[in-house]
């Protein structure tokens, strides 16, 4: 059995196409389970009113936190041989990923997206992800941010599933990367096809995060204030200003491009992937 893991919040504006593209692509017997914070609870596991996922569960808190939790309750009823998949709300496949995964858990305990297009990010992401439940038990596993690494402009950050990543190390197991595959890039990091089976839209809940591939964009000039001592309080006021009104008109543009995305794809076909890949 595959036991997919998935957190949507806010709006169901992902879970329709979500969970199409799984019944379109997911050849092995799967169930899904879902949290849906903030989102009417008739998109639960009420089949019969039309409802997408097996089970809900009702939880607050971090993206980790969440998948973490959905994690404990699958191993709770799951054998260690069955599947765990993690995947964005933002996150479906887009061609039936059963035989790379099978070819990938036959080298390494546990597969996953790096995103190594934001400024080589090294650890797993959770917009795919798939390990046997037993593994995720043994580690155990954690999406947990914690362990930091050199980020835009040699700033150290952490991010979801940096705490996997050093789990691994620790019990040296190695992990399979999926890549990013796309042959067009609207965007150096939203829009991305992984391994050409799995789609993430990029910050499909929250779009006005800049990512450290966008913030390593930032213009030096909006980096270094006045050396001037006299001059240097005021330099520093006016970068700053400049810097916002920077990093506020990315955004903007990157809402605009995901929005534009975004009715591509609920339009359905497969023009939208076409422009990808």
């Given at each position: ?139 155990p596993g954690d999406w947990s941010a914690g362990p930091t690494w050199p980020g835009a402009h040699g700033w150290d950050i952490t991010d979801v599933g940096s705490l996997l990543m ?112």
């Amino acid at each position: 059995m595959l036991y997919i893991a998935t957190a949507h919040y806010l709006s169901p504006r992902w879970v329709e196409i979500q969970t199409r593209h799984v019944r379109e692509h997911i050849s092995v017997p799967y169930q899904t389970w879902a949290s849906l914070e903030g989102i009417d609870p008739s998109y639960g596991a009420h089949f019969d009113r039309g409802a997408h996922f097996d089970r809900t569960i009702e939880q607050l808190g971090s993206h980790s936190g969440k998948l973490n939790h959905l994690a404990m309750e699958i191993s709770e009823e799951a054998a260690d041989s069955d599947l765990l998949m993690f995947l964005d709300g933002d996150a479906f496949p887009i061609a039936d990923p059963m035989p790379f995964i099978e070819e990938g858990l036959s080298r390494a305990p546990l597969i996953a997206v790096r995103r190594a297009e934001n400024v080589d990010q090294p650890q797993p992401h959770p917009c795919f992800c798939v390990t046997t439940v037993g593994t995720w038990r043994s580690l155990p596993g954690d999406w947990s941010a914690g362990p930091t690494w050199p980020g835009a402009h040699g700033w150290d950050i952490t991010d979801v599933g940096s705490l996997l990543m050093r789990e691994l190390e620790l019990a040296g197991m190695e992990w399979v990367e999926v890549l990013r595959s796309n042959r067009r890039n609207p965007d150096p990091l939203y829009f991305a096809v992984y391994g050409d089976i799995v789609y993430h839209h990029g910050a499909g809940f929250r779009a006005e995060k800049l990512s450290a591939v966008h913030r390593a964009m930032l213009p030096e000039r909006l980096l270094r204030p006045n050396r001037s001592r006299v001059l240097a309080p005021v330099g520093r006021a006016l970068v700053k200003r400049r810097r916002l009104a920077w990093e506020r008109e990315k955004r903007e543009r990157l809402l605009e491009d995901s929005q534009r995305m975004f009715e591509k794809i609920e339009r359905g076909g497969s023009e939208w992937l076409a422009d990808l890949i």
